[in-house]
């Protein structure tokens, strides 16, 4: 059972999707794993669980990193828990898999959100904001052979992620995928959605896709 502050994500299907291809992987004593955009450190604790030798969390939201690093105790999986934005607390550091279950839900506007609960889900008009940033930002994290695992909704262009991803030297596959009802977050908007044309009408269910994104290029420079 996780705790969960008031306002942090509830883990869903999303969560659980990305949860099993992370621990489908090969982790050891020596696998360095960073869960990007944390919430309740439900995918640090499985990758602790999983054999993952060095894990650190990030969230930008405080409520998020406390209950991700209460989870860890309550767990008594040792985690690196850091709060701050994306992959800035660890940019000087190297992982061999990173896992991000980032907001994804179009939103009204582009502003950033001001609710907890609106950090979990809201992305901007698009429902890119925090993707574009994963898809130029993570490659330069990871270590030679180290791989993204990165899971979003069809809705909003798994090509253009993993053209973001190849254009960084990345090999990318999607791993996993599921049709999922709306949630709390698209169950509310269904009418914008309907109206700016990113849903069929009485659309009710989104494909949400993993997408694991290699560095390949030490290999490559190897040949
Ligand atoms: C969809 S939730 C996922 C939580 C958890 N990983 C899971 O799968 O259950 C997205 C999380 O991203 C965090 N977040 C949003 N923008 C962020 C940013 N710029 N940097 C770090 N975390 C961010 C939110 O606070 C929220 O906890």
Do not use: H
Not at 38 to 66: F, K, N, P, Q
Not at 138 to 162: F, H
Not at 209 to 216: E, H, I, K, N, S
């Amino acid at each position: 059972m996780l705790f969960r502050l008031p306002g942090v994500y509830r883990p869903q299907r999303d969560t659980w999707l990305l949860a099993g291809e992370l621990t489908g992987r090969e982790l050891g004593p020596g696998t360095r794993v960073l869960d990007l955009c944390c919430g309740t450190g439900a995918l640090s604790v499985a990758a602790c669980e999983a054999g993952a030798g060095w894990v650190t969390a990030v969230d930008v939201s405080r409520r998020a990193a406390i209950s991700t690093w209460l989870n860890c105790k309550l767990n008594r999986r040792t985690v690196r828990v850091v709060r701050g934005d994306l992959v800035e607390p660890v940019r000087t550091l190297r992982f061999d898999v990173v896992v991000a279950n980032p907001p994804y839900s179009p939103a009204s506007d582009d502003a950033t959100p001001g609710r907890v609960l609106g950090l979990a889900w809201d992305a901007g008009i698009d429902g890119r904001a925090v993707l574009d940033r994963i898809c130029v930002e993570v490659p330069q994290l990871l270590a030679p052979g180290g791989t993204l695992l990165l899971v979003q909704s069809a809705l909003n262009s798994v090509e253009k992620s993993r053209t973001m991803l190849e254009e960084r030297g990345l090999c990318v596959e999607v791993v996993a995928s599921e049709d999922v009802p709306f949630g709390p977050a698209l169950s509310g908007r269904t009418r914008m959605l309907e109206e700016r044309g990113m849903i069929l009408p009485g659309q009710r269910t989104e494909r949400i896709v993993v997408l694991a994104a290699t560095d390949v290029r030490s290999r490559d420079r190897a040949r």
